[in-house]
């Protein structure tokens, strides 16, 4: 079934004390092995190039167009299959399993601190035999409805989405990743049934094992799998996007306690060879704007305009970057003001040394402390897999980061005309 190992390098990191071991199979699939003697517990992970912003592609000579939320359906029904639902299978092996969706790709994930064998071979068998009827997508599309309304009474989600929305006008980024009430309305299992094809086949996939395991266990587990053969996946449309945002500001009420804000900045899209470098110095640069150790955050903090539930985040794809700052504020305008303000302070006198060092190694000392978590090493593994990337690849970009290019950097982002901000405010 195309399970031979066709070829595998070992990886290890000249900055940290760890390697995993890449092995691609015959058929595609791309796995990643860690063994972290002193364990006691597995994890593994098992994921797919396929995201929420992924609404139309080609498959087998015509154009397909998703309604909003279909990766995300499909992640619930891949656990149910004519024999019954998967959690009860790991349920009956002492095992752990959860799964999640993103913007670019979909994970399964599942550990055990014992019987390692049956939880892998669960977790393949799961993933790689879809099953779905009317009656079953019918009662999914009940429980994901009420799992929207869910998400519609989180502050937090709102204000992410309101953000894309002033940002973006095409970009399926603006998009609710588990959809609209509406939207998953339209989905059918030969919908389901035709991502699955195009998008959930060996050569689209990676499964990452770390923990507790070895890398007999993880190739005889595959030995066991009926994986698909090496197939066609699907070419990836993605939406024409212009530079302009839809609009600068907006502002709606729920019930929180504070206001919140939401301050958004649309980048240029970042070539896929050279993402990751500049999703490193746009952390770094967000770090330095108003981390916790900055003065911006301190001033904010002490005059009780910011806590510590004000972030920053950056997100990154095909056809689409954007940076984030969002919180809680009594007093938004000044808080928008303050941050734009630190902005051009840093272009003009430009980012002291001694901070772009403190900023960098805080980023690196963390990047290196991921690696102590088995979790954090499963998940990461076939995240930096499917984009193409080696685990360190974040090591190496930081400590060849230089301060002169984080400034330049600076220079083309955060750009106030291609910014919006939305405030949250208080029903009463």
Known sequence: MG???????????????FSYEKIVMENGLTVLVAPMPGYRAMQAAFAANFGSVDRRFLWQ???VVLPAGVAHFLEHKMFESEQGDAFDLYAGIGASANAYTGFERTCYVCGASGHTDEALDILLDTVSHPWFTRETVAKEQGIIGQEIKMYE???DWRLLFAVFCCLYENCPLREDIAGTVESIAQITPEMLYTCTDAFYNPGNMALAVA???TRRQVLDALSRAELAPAGACGEKLTESEGGAIVRPRDEFAMAVSL?????GFKETPW???????????ADLLCDLLIGDTTPLYRRLYDAGLVNTSFTSDVFSGEGYACILFSGETRDPEAVRAALLEEISRLREQGIPERDFELCRNVLYGEAVGDLESAE???SDLVTCALRGESLFAELETLASLTRDELQAELETLLDEARSAAVVLRPLD
């Not at 399970?3 to 004390?17: G, I």
């Not at 206001?259 to 301050?263: E, T, V």
């Not at 896929?272 to 110095?281: A, D, I, K, N």
């Open 3 to 17: 399970t031979k190992l066709l070829r595998s390098e070992t990886l290890r990191s000249s900055r940290a004390d």
């Open 61 to 63: 000579g015509r154009e």
């Open 153 to 155: 009474d989180s502050p």
């Open 211 to 213: 923990g507790n395991v």
């Open 259 to 263: 206001p919140m804000l939401g301050i």
């Open 271 to 281: 070539p896929r060879e050279t993402r990751l470098r500049h999703e490193v110095m």
């Open 376 to 378: 954090t090493v499963a």
